[in-house]
């Protein structure tokens, strides 16, 4: 599968998650095998009006190869955001938001809402696709909720006009994150698209996507919640999907690869703001591990690049 030119070897996407996929959270992820990185989210109309912050999380790192999601619900906007984000950072993709199930995207008529218009999806994706020259991407779900799952005509649309690819979550809005996703409308998108189709939804281990991958037929796997804490994962389902023997990280390389993570973080957006959002990576990190409870309470309390790089020293260490 290949994107702008950029080929998936390992057919495998980190899905864009709000408040996790930052700019080094993606560079780890992209060290042990993802292909194909996509931002956090952001919102069209900010773009347009010169939003700081939203700026600093469109920005890739330097050298970076990634795509940049944006949301809203307005063609113009979401064009003309497209427009400038392009020039800015010339990024692999633009990646369309039409997924995101939080109140707050849904009552704004973005994120998952879209889906109920068919119609303004496809407008939206021919407007971007107009204002720009690079490839066009949609991430979506199955449908508002189970009496409203339209997934086959939002992807026809979306591909009618112009889309490069459907990324695929296997639940409804209304799911949410519960219940399991289901990959029965990831067969039919594959039977009725000629675009490539990436499936996701509870990708944990690599027998969830090779099984993902053979079931639905899809082209490549976007890995989300299952990375997080464990962005190792990427290098296990990569070498299954080559069929090879996988050697898993030793204890000291998972703690050197949290220490990049951090000193990558601190790097990006200075001690004061990424220590606060390292907290619930290195929580994730310390999941399952001997005398967690206790760590995540000093994680709950750490304020400086000090203290977390003296918690990553402590993980993966056998008690």
């Given at each position: 599968?290949?994107?702008?030119?950029?080929?998936?070897?390992?057919?495998?996407?980190?899905?864009?998650?709000?408040?996790?996929?930052?700019?080094?959270?993606?560079?780890?992820?992209?060290?042990?095998?993802?292909?194909?990185?996509?931002?956090?989210?952001?919102?069209?109309?900010?773009?347009?009006?010169?939003?700081?912050?939203?700026?600093?999380?469109?920005?890739?790192?330097?050298?970076?190869?990634?795509?940049?999601?944006?949301?809203?619900?307005?063609?113009?906007?979401?064009?003309?955001?497209?427009?400038?984000?392009?020039?800015?950072?010339?990024?692999?993709?633009?990646?369309?938001?039409?997924?995101?199930?939080?109140?707050?995207?849904?009552?704004?008529?973005?994120?998952?809402?879209?889906?109920?218009?068919?119609?303004?999806?496809?407008?939206?994706?021919?407007?971007?696709?107009?204002?720009?020259?690079?490839?066009?991407?949609?991430?979506?779900?199955t449908g508002f909720?189970?009496?409203?799952?339209?997934?086959?005509?939002?992807?026809?649309?979306?591909?009618?006009?112009?889309?490069?690819?459907?990324?695929?979550?296997?639940?409804?809005?209304?799911?949410?994150?519960?219940?399991?996703?289901?990959?029965?409308?990831?067969?039919?998108?594959?039977?009725?698209?000629?675009?490539?189709?990436?499936?996701?939804?509870?990708?944990?281990?690599?027998?969830?996507?090779?099984?993902?991958?053979?079931?639905?037929?899809?082209?490549?796997?976007?890995?989300?919640?299952?990375?997080?804490?464990?962005?190792?994962?990427?290098?296990?389902?990569?070498?299954?999907?080559?069929?090879?023997?996988?050697?898993?990280?030793?204890?000291?390389?998972?703690?050197?690869?949290?220490?990049?993570?951090?000193?990558?973080?601190?790097?990006?957006?200075?001690?004061?703001?990424?220590?606060?959002?390292?907290?619930?990576?290195?929580?994730?990190?310390?999941?399952?591990?001997?005398?967690?409870?206790?760590?995540?309470?000093?994680?709950?309390?750490?304020?400086?690049?000090k203290d977390a790089?003296?918690?990553?020293?402590?993980?993966?260490?056998?008690?």
């Open positions: 599968m290949e994107i702008n030119g950029y080929e998936l070897k390992n057919r495998l996407m980190l899905a864009p998650m709000a408040g996790v996929t930052d700019s080094a959270f993606r560079r780890l992820c992209a060290h042990y095998g993802a292909d194909y990185c996509v931002t956090e989210m952001v919102s069209a109309k900010a773009v347009c009006y010169g939003d700081k912050k939203t700026d600093s999380i469109a920005r890739p790192a330097e050298g970076e190869q990634v795509a940049i999601q944006i949301f809203g619900s307005e063609p113009y906007y979401m064009a003309k955001a497209a427009e400038m984000l392009v020039k800015k950072y010339r990024p692999l993709a633009i990646d369309i938001n039409m997924g995101c199930p939080v109140p707050k995207c849904v009552k704004s008529g973005e994120g998952s809402a879209l889906m109920k218009d068919p119609e303004l999806c496809r407008r939206i994706v021919a407007e971007v696709k107009d204002a720009i020259d690079l490839p066009v991407g949609v991430k979506m779900r909720d189970d009496a409203h799952k339209n997934a086959l005509t939002v992807a026809q649309a979306v591909e009618n006009a112009g889309a490069a690819y459907v990324c695929l979550h296997g639940r409804t809005r209304a799911q949410m994150y519960s219940g399991s996703a289901e990959r029965e409308t990831l067969k039919l998108l594959k039977g009725s698209l000629a675009i490539p189709l990436i499936g996701n939804g509870d990708i944990r281990c690599a027998e969830d996507a090779l099984s993902m991958l053979e079931e639905t037929g899809c082209d490549a796997v976007a890995v989300g919640r299952g990375a997080m804490g464990r962005p190792w994962l990427f290098s296990e389902i990569a070498a299954a999907l080559r069929g090879e023997p996988y050697a898993p990280p030793s204890d000291g390389e998972k703690r050197a690869a949290v220490v990049r993570h951090i000193k990558d973080a601190v790097a990006a957006k200075g001690a004061v703001v990424a220590v606060l959002e390292l907290r619930k990576h290195l929580a994730w990190y310390s999941k399952g591990q001997y005398g967690s409870a206790e760590l995540r309470g000093r994680i709950n309390s750490i304020a400086t690049e790089l003296a918690v990553a020293e402590e993980l993966f260490c056998q008690g």
